[in-house]
């Protein structure tokens, strides 16, 4: 018998059920097709690394949601889905890739047995893992059924986190903890970043707390100097230089709940730009974190944030926010609300959001970030507690060895020390302007 490990419990997957069920009904569908692997697990618990190839989970009105996906991968869904053997579909491998074959007329077949020929079918139309072709072969295959765009319907009925779900976003945040804390005491002038990225990815992986580490939607951002103007570069084998601020954007995950984390190190002594930034940015978080309250809406996150930026002399002209929680490659948020001057939706208790103002500015970048959980009263809670500032390591010291070598015992002998040099920070220029996150 195959042993089941189930994160939740079945009363916490009928809610979520329910509340897609209801979801369902207002937009008039007869049966949903979803095709994101967060939903996918939010929904059944699936869990695996299949959502390279079509997979998804069809969600009736009156009986146990269905999973469909290829041969190979049912076997992983018999031993992760909370729904009975007989709910799990597999369609034969030789639909997989096929220039001949298509897995939508499996999924059309399927479909049809279930008497859905003619329902009103919602799919995921903006979604990474529902393609133009699966769409255009899916409405050939049942010609007289009607397709609706259901994107985010199952996204929506998310955002509010169940205690269960608190639970494991709190482990997680005390993973992001361990990564910040070793990143801020091992990363030095002439240090490769790959290496200091293996002991990240060390930290995440071993868990905190007792808790092991999941791997998390989005691999450790860290770019440096000039190249933090970008937000989303990763690392390579350069060695971090004096004079340079970088940013770490990472997420210790648990179970697929993420709580992002990000802080700012300077190696050396920061110019005067660079501090009154941090400040400003300091002042626009507290405030936010202030704003964050039920009852508020996403935008007055937004504005208290502001405020404090722009009498510095600072125009992100971006969100600075959007909800976090279960999550797969290649991004941890939950694409619903976003934390901006437009969005008016309003807060409530059990919301958790990844409050993410980011600078990227011309020539350097700066990230200062929390994840917030909205509350039944009073200000936002932090999930992480660490000090909300840029780290700085003003003092050359002698290359620490990581805790735990990466390849030989030691860093390999042609690692030395970076000498400062013309860094491109020196005087006073504009701030510039912020970019889209």
């Known amino acids: ?45 699936y869990d695996g690394w299949s959502f390279y190839v079509h997979q998804g989970v069809i969600v009736l009105k009156d009986a146990d949601p269905i999973w469909w996906g290829r041969n190979q991968d049912a076997n992983g869904a018999l031993r992760t889905v909370w729904m009975s053997d007989d709910r799990i579909i597999g369609y034969a491998d030789n639909y997989v890739q096929s220039t001949e074959r298509h897995p939508m007329q499996d999924l059309a077949m399927r479909l049809a047995d279930l008497d859905l020929s003619e329902a009103r079918i919602g799919v995921e139309m903006d979604n990474y893992y529902f ?17 609706y765009d259901a994107t985010a319907l199952v996204n929506w009925q998310r955002s509010m986190k169940s205690d269960e779900e608190i639970v494991f976003m709190r482990r997680a945040a005390r993973i992001s903890e361990q990564i ?10 002439g240090i490769p970043k790959n290496l ?36 989303h570069l990763t690392w390579d084998g350069r060695p971090f230089a004096n004079g340079e601020a970088t940013f770490f954007e990472i997420s210790g995950c648990y179970r697929r709940y993420h709580a992002p984390l990000c802080r700012t190190i300077f190696l050396g002594t920061p110019p005067d730009e660079i501090k009154r930034a941090e400040a400003a940015l300091v002042e626009g978080l507290e405030a936010g974190l202030e704003a964050a309250r039920p009852g508020n809406r996403a935008c007055d996150i937004a504005n208290a944030l502001a ?63 929390e994840s917030i959980l909205i509350r039944e009263d009073g200000a936002a809670e932090t999930l992480c507690n660490r000090p909300r500032k840029m780290f700085v390591k003003e003092h050359e010291q002698a290359i620490p060895r990581p805790s735990h070598p990466v390849g030989p015992d030691r860093l390999p002998d042609d690692i030395i020390a970076v000498e400062s040099g013309d860094d491109g920070l020196s005087g006073e220029p504009p701030f510039g302007s912020g970019r889209e996150n």
Request: net charge negative; aromatic share 8%.
């Open 307 to 369: 405020l404090p930026l722009e009498r510095a002399g600072i125009e992100r002209g971006a969100r600075c926010g959007y909800p976090i929680g279960l999550s797969y490659p290649p991004d941890w948020g939950e694409r619903t609300i976003s934390l901006r001057a437009e969005d008016e939706t309003v807060l409530m208790p059990g919301m958790t959001f990844h409050f993410m103002p980011g600078l990227w500015m011309r020539d350097w970048g700066m990230e200062i970030t």
């Open 1 to 45: 018998m195959i042993r089941k490990n189930i994160p939740f419990s079945a009363a916490e997957y009928q809610r979520r059920l329910s509340r897609t069920r209801v979801a369902m009904e207002a937009a008039g569908l007869d049966a949903l097709f979803v095709t994101d692997p967060s939903n996918m697990a939010w929904l059944t618990a």
């Open 131 to 147: 393609s133009a072709k699966a769409h255009e072969v899916l409405c050939a295959g049942l010609p007289k059924a009607e397709f």
């Open 196 to 231: 200091i990225v293996a002991e990240a990815l060390r930290d995440a992986v071993t868990g905190a707390d007792g808790h092991w580490g999941d791997y998390p939607a989005i691999v450790p951002l860290l770019p440096s100097g000039s190249d933090a103007a970008a937000p």
């Open 180 to 189: 910040i804390d070793g990143l801020v005491e091992r990363t030095e002038p």
